[in-house]
């Protein structure tokens, strides 16, 4: 299978890893699947908002490498060409089912995302490189007061992976299934009973800021919480969040060696940190030092880039993964063995990833995508399957 690098485009995105991810874990599909060019999606709406409902499919065609939206019947359409200042894209919307009723449409072949919106189209742009995604962080863009959100997903000739994502943000709640080729359903994403107002209210009272990472319209409509590194880089929390965990994990390892193990199928692949200065360099077991991290700041943390950077390779980006992982889950104090496999353990520490917990613990089964790399260790919202025989997209209820 393909495997795509995590990534922003230009947000960080989930699903952009999907087939890296599960690469990594040694994911693969029946040698004889047979995927077809569409599969169909059913969207049904059990959210109870009476406003018209609108979707989008928009993502990278695996074949050609052109970026476009998909009509109902699961057409591929380029975009044509963006310009500078970016011009508007053709409208891509598709009508979704009213409050209470379904609608079946068809998805192709790409690596994308399924938008949905409540009450108004979104306003999509292309520059010369693009697409521009919404950008909701920004006060000034188009999209800021419209309630949406999106789902993330790939298809091709090795399957479906459809996930729930909050990488960039936690808002209007759904559910992602799948019907598998043995017949099977699988889904993911559920919020449980009052788990919707249950991720504001929490974040309004945990301490150290993270209620500034709410947004609401002009008229007190909640529309979404911002992730944390959103959060950090416009100012709606402190950039000094996790400088306390950050300084006693350096601390810590500068007389500790930090094990990683990054590959669940590779037990004997190991690599060992330690922190020199305000280095912390990892050799491998013939002890030739393979990669090194400058200590990182909370963004680097929350977004799993720039300090953290992991690229597409079988070391450093293995590593880094594990790491940030690590941070966000406040688990390196208390295990110099990673990645920690007990969820149990998970933001125990007072400095933490709080918005990663708040969502996972109301999570109908535990799994969300609350950080580009939750996928570590199998934490994720996500389905897959070899052989798809339909995907879901459940609006749910707004409590």
Not at 383 to 391: E, R, T
């Amino acid at each position: 299978m393909l495997t795509m690098p995590k990534h922003r485009w230009p947000a960080v995105s989930a699903a952009a890893a999907l087939l890296g991810a599960l690469l990594t874990f040694g994911t693969s599909p029946p040698a004889d699947a047979a995927v077809p060019a569409t599969i169909p999606l059913q969207i049904t709406n059990d959210s109870g908002r009476g406003e018209a409902l609108h979707i989008y499919t928009l993502g990278t065609s695996l074949t050609t490498g052109q970026q476009g939206w998909a009509d109902a019947n699961g057409t591929f359409h380029p975009w044509p060409a963006g310009g500078n200042p970016p011009t508007p894209a053709p409208d891509a919307s598709i009508a979704g089912p009213s409050a209470g009723q379904s609608r079946t449409i068809r998805i192709p072949k790409l690596s994308g995302r399924i938008y949905f919106s409540y009450g108004q189209k979104l306003d999509f742009r292309l520059t010369t490189g693009g697409l521009v995604q919404p950008a909701v962080q920004n006060p000034s863009d188009p999209n800021r007061n419209i309630l949406f959100n999106w789902s993330e997903y790939t298809l091709n000739d090795a399957g479906l992976w459809l996930n729930s994502t909050q990488v960039d943000m936690f808002s209007a709640p759904y559910t992602v299934g799948v019907r598998r080729g043995d017949g099977g359903l699988s889904s993911t994403g559920r919020l449980e009973p009052g788990g919707y107002n249950g991720v504001f209210n929490a974040l309004r009272a945990q301490s150290g800021g993270w209620g500034g990472l709410v947004q609401t319209r002009p008229d007190g409509t909640v529309l979404r919480a911002l992730s944390p590194l959103y959060g950090v880089e416009t100012g709606a929390l402190p950039a000094s969040v996790m400088n306390d965990y950050i300084n006693r994990v350096w601390q810590k390892y500068a007389t500790t060696t930090l094990t990683v193990t990054p590959f669940a199928n590779q037990p004997g692949t190991k690599y060992f940190g330690r922190v020199s200065g305000n280095v912390m360099n990892f050799t491998n077991s013939s002890g030739a030092v393979v990669t090194s991290f400058q200590k990182p700041d909370a963004g680097s943390v929350f977004g799993c880039h720039r300090l953290l950077d992991a690229p597409n390779d079988q070391v450093r980006g293995p590593i880094s993964r594990t790491l940030c992982a690590g941070f966000n889950r406040s688990t390196l104090l208390t295990n110099p063995d990673q990645p920690d496999a007990s969820a149990a353990n998970f933001y125990q520490d007072a400095v933490t990833n709080h918005y990663a917990r708040i969502i996972h613990d109301r999570m109908a089964d535990g799994k969300a995508y609350a950080f580009a790399f939750d996928d570590v260790g199998h934490h994720e919202s996500l389905v897959h399957d070899g052989a798809p025989q339909q995907a879901y997209l459940t609006l749910d209820p707004f409590n």
